[in-house]
């Protein structure tokens, strides 16, 4: 069985194991292709290229960027781009440098609800320079406030929560032609995430694509068979290629396993013909 997951963090970002460990569990689990795509940063794929050419595991460069959306945001995968480009890492590293700006307004909140937190802990625990509200999550985990991310999002850090602070993003049209700039596809991430306040899906997908998206995230751990089968549809009305993905983050959401999602994930390996088609064609 050749599996294929094309959405993976690491501790590079907010996921919790290592490049190398990230690819002993997509061996272990059957994955023979897979994309690294770490929240703002790129420093785990050539650890990730390394490993994966002992195990024979095909590794594309990959990233995912948090997109502004009016209350919301979008998150735009990218695939099969150079991830040496300097403007892609410069305009990464401007990220990261306002992930470093928001972070201690999140703790400085959660110390004024009474909460005992340093962000020298969270940075502890991250150990990376793209730290994510999830680190800090884990850490609010280890000191039982919540049991949960999910709930340190709904008490605390999600949009309208008291420790929510926003991050200067760029716009959907933006995050795509960064992509783009750096020779990758561009590729809406899990759909169900999406909130259109005005329109429905459809017309912001159409939109997208009109500013250079290629792809939708239609096999997605969390979506419904019935979600899988709508995304399918609006991919082929629109004209845009279709990926797949579990967002395995390792013990930040530890019910998410490499290549399966909940288990119930099944990407069809040949999409990735298609993808690697498109890239060519770049
Ligand atoms: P940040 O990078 O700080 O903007 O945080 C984004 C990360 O938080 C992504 O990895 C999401 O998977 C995760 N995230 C966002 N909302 C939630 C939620 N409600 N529950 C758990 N994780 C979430
Ligand atoms: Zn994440
Ligand atoms: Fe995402
Ligand atoms: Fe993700």
New binding site residues.
């Given amino acids: 069985m050749n599996r294929l997951d094309l959405h993976l963090h690491t501790n590079r970002s907010d996921g919790s194991f290592t490049p190398t460990q990230v690819l002993e569990l997509a061996h272990e689990a059957g994955v023979t292709a897979l994309a690294i795509t770490d929240h703002d940063i790129m420093m785990g794929i050539p650890e990730a290229t390394l490993v994966g050419q002992q195990l024979g595991i095909e590794v594309i460069p990959g990233i ?1 960027i ?1 997109s502004n959306f009016g209350d919301s945001e979008l ?1 735009m995968l990218g695939y099969f781009l150079d991830w040496q480009d300097v403007r892609l890492n410069e305009r990464l590293s401007t990220l990261r440098e306002s992930r470093h700006r928001r972070n201690p307004q999140i703790i400085e909140r959660l110390q004024s609800l009474g909460i005992d937190i340093t962000y020298d802990e969270v940075r502890a625990l991250a150990g990376t320079d793209s730290v994510g509200r999830p680190h800090i999550a884990r850490v609010l985990m280890e000191k039982h406030v919540v049991a949960s991310a999910k709930e340190a999002f709904d008490r605390f850090f999600a949009n309208g929560k008291p420790a929510y602070v926003p991050r200067d993003l760029p716009s959907p049209a933006e995050a795509i032609q960064w992509i783009k700039a750096a020779k990758g596809l561009a590729v809406l ?2 759909p169900t ?1 999406v909130k259109t306040t005005e329109g429905t899906l459809t017309d912001l997908v159409r939109q997208l694509k009109a500013d250079g998206l290629n792809g939708v995230e239609v096999h997605y751990s969390t979506h419904t068979a019935r979600q899988t089968r709508e995304y399918l549809t609006l991919a082929k009305q629109v004209g845009l290629l279709v990926t797949g993905g579990s ?1 395995f983050h390792g013990l930040t959401k530890p019910d998410i396993e490499v290549g399966i999602g909940r288990g119930t994930l099944h990407i069809p390996y040949s999409l990735l013909h298609k993808l690697k088609d498109a890239a060519a064609q770049l």
Avoid: I
């Fill in positions: 995912e948090s998150h991430a899990h995430w967002d």
